[in-house]
Nanobody
Framework: VQLQASGGGLVQVGGSLRLSCAAS????????IGWFRQAPGKEHEFVAA????????NYAESVKDRFTTSGVNAKNMVYLQMNSLKPEDTAVYSCAARRGLGATENKVLYDYWGQGTQVTVSS
């Protein structure tokens, strides 16, 4: 499974961005897509996850009510809509896929990782 995140950029505080994650190459092996972010000098941090069916989602407390993840199974695309952005949301955002079930926040349970996209929120 190959993954590619896109849609990052520079945005002001309070602004919005929509990230996309394109999946290809045997996506039937993946049941869950997760979003993670990494700020300079920090560990990967869980952001959100969604099952391909769309019935199960999970969000980090820090983004709940601001971020929404959704997917289009037929197009192998997953999106992360980010609203009310804050400076602390600045990071490289990546998508990952796992073969197992459950929209977990545990990064070690994800099997495939894609290149990230930079999100910068300026104050």
């Amino acid at each position: 499974v190959q993954l590619q995140a896109s849609g990052g950029g520079l945005v002001q505080v309070g602004g919005s961005l929509r990230l996309s994650c394109a999946a290809s190459g045997g996506t039937f092996n993946a049941n869950v897509i997760g979003w993670f972010r990494q700020a300079p000098g920090k560990e990967h941090e869980f952001v959100a996850a969604i099952s391909w069916s769309g019935r199960s989602t999970n969000y980090a407390e820090s983004v709940k009510d601001r971020f929404t993840t959704s997917g289009v199974n037929a197009k192998n695309m997953v999106y992360l809509q980010m609203n009310s952005l804050k400076p602390e949301d600045t990071a490289v955002y990546s998508c990952a896929a796992r073969r197992g079930l459950g929209a977990t926040e545990n990064k070690v349970l994800y099997d495939y990782w894609g290149q990230g996209t930079q999100v910068t929120v300026s104050s």
